[in-house]
């Protein structure tokens, strides 16, 4: 889960022009894309136009994107393409790395030291679209608190954190995901995630969710949401700001976009 890290007016407008993502000051990202920009993930692959680097001009390259704040506060434009070959991490062995890489676990849990002496408790996944693997803090997992307005056991978020999959009540599964755009992947195709922050509550919308790790949707399942989603979803046009034009991913019960 990812509530919103950057409002759209601090996004490195010209350099998404520059590759063809912005135009006249105007995005041209879709919603899933400008959701996972805001919220501090990456987008999903996309063409870019126009690249150039040391001397380097390339006319397209298929990648992802993603933000990071730089020294001065701002917002820096990082470019993730499909590399050749993946470049495994020191504290994964060959095996967890073929495994990671085959398919055959979703995620693998290191426990790492840093310079400082440190110890960190990692996941690594792998995303097989860039050839690369991506490395998530597990403290720095943001866990929901409720999910379709049925609140998580300690258990249940322990869980999440980890990477392992979840399921509540109405039967809804979900797991934490670092390579998906979404943040998070589920047997549903929409889910509604809240956590709690300053003493509100605010909400996570998720639509066109991507399956659960190497599962596919069943159809009648995936689109059957529970009464606990549509409430959830109530709760939230109560909390609506008023101005059409606004654009919010997330919302407390004052009715306060974060």
Do not use: C
């Amino acid at each position: 889960m990812n509530l919103v890290s950057y409002r759209e007016g601090d996004l490195p407008i010209k350099d998404l022009e520059t590759i063809g993502l912005a135009a006249g000051g105007q995005l041209l990202l879709n919603v899933d894309d400008l959701k996972a920009l805001l919220s501090g993930r990456r987008t999903g692959l996309m063409e870019l136009h126009n690249l150039e680097a040391e001397n380097i001009k390339i006319k397209s390259l298929n990648a992802k994107i993603s933000l990071m704040p730089n020294e001065s506060g701002k917002l820096d434009l990082l470019i993730h393409p499909i590399y050749h070959r993946a470049v495994t991490p020191e504290f994964l062995d060959d095996n967890e790395a073929q495994q990671l890489q085959k398919g055959e676990v979703v995620s693998i849990l290191k426990i790492t030291t840093d310079k400082k002496g440190n110890k960190k408790e990692m996941l690594i996944e792998y995303d097989a679209e860039t050839r690369e693997y991506i490395v998530s803090d597990t403290e720095k997992i943001l866990i929901p608190d409720m999910v379709n307005n049925e609140f998580l056991t300690p258990t249940q978020k322990e869980k999440y954190r980890k990477g392992k999959e979840v399921e509540i009540a109405d039967g809804t599964r979900f797991s934490y995901s670092g390579v998906d755009h979404h943040g998070i992947r589920s047997n549903k195709l929409a889910l509604v995630a809240s956590i709690l922050i300053d003493g509100g509550l605010s909400y996570m919308v998720y639509k066109g969710l991507n399956a659960l790790f190497n599962k596919k949707h069943d159809p009648k399942v995936a689109e059957k949401l529970s009464p606990g989603y549509h409430n959830a979803i109530k709760d939230i046009e109560n909390q609506r700001p008023s101005n059409p034009n606004e654009v919010s991913h997330s919302y407390t019960r004052s009715g306060r976009s974060r």
